[in-house]
């Protein structure tokens, strides 16, 4: 990225997205939530003062949007309880993450990603959390979590239903309930 910067109290000339991006996954993989690892990271200004930086992670192999796992019948495929496993799995990383007072700040349907290994039933669900340059730590986990929680609600295809059930295995990890969800 070429001049891709935010601005903040702490850079109020700007830094490179990147680096709030190198930040929060590296804090994200300490408090276990399932992102992508870092190979590479760096930035540098040019000669005219832009900024340049790099953000490299390693492939996430088998993991594929979970809106494309739903439309290719993954769900029918593999039945409920793999898809309430996968659930399970999103509301646990999602707990994680606002439990650390991170707020992934631009959580859309998109940026979830699910890896589903084995057949039928008995298939291992696994989701993985993507996409962190508007990522930041709130003062308390409830901010970050009322935010992306609400913002996850508005842009995602999930039924009703699978809503509850979600809100239900996150409130169970989070351990309180979250208002307004």
């Excluded at 290719?72 to 993450?97: F, P, W």
């Excluded at 589903?116 to 993985?128: D, F, M």
């Excluded at 009703?160 to 307004?180: C, M, N, P, Q, R």
Aim: glycine share 8%; net charge positive.
């Amino acid at each position: 990225q070429t001049g891709h910067i935010y601005r903040s109290l702490m850079h109020p000339f700007g830094r490179p997205t990147v680096l709030r991006e190198q930040r929060a996954l590296s804090a994200l993989s300490e408090l276990n939530v399932t992102v992508p690892q870092i190979f590479f990271c760096g930035a540098q200004r040019d000669p005219v003062h832009k900024w340049r930086a790099l953000l490299v992670t390693h492939a996430m192999d088998g993991f594929q949007e979970i809106e494309h796992w739903y439309a290719g019948g993954g769900r029918e495929r593999h039945g409920e309880a793999v898809h309430d496993r996968i659930l399970q799995s999103l509301a646990d990383n999602l707990a994680r993450m606002h439990k650390g007072r991170w707020q992934h700040g631009c959580l859309y349907i998109k940026h979830v990603f699910v890896r589903v290994t084995g057949e039928g039933e008995s298939a291992n669900a696994e989701v993985a959390l993507l996409d962190f340059e508007k990522c930041r730590q709130r003062l308390t986990a409830r901010s970050a979590a009322s935010h992306d929680m609400k913002q996850l609600r508005r842009h995602s295809s999930f039924r009703d239903s699978d809503w509850k059930k979600l809100v239900y295995f996150y409130e169970t990890a989070f351990g309180s309930a979250i208002k307004g969800l």
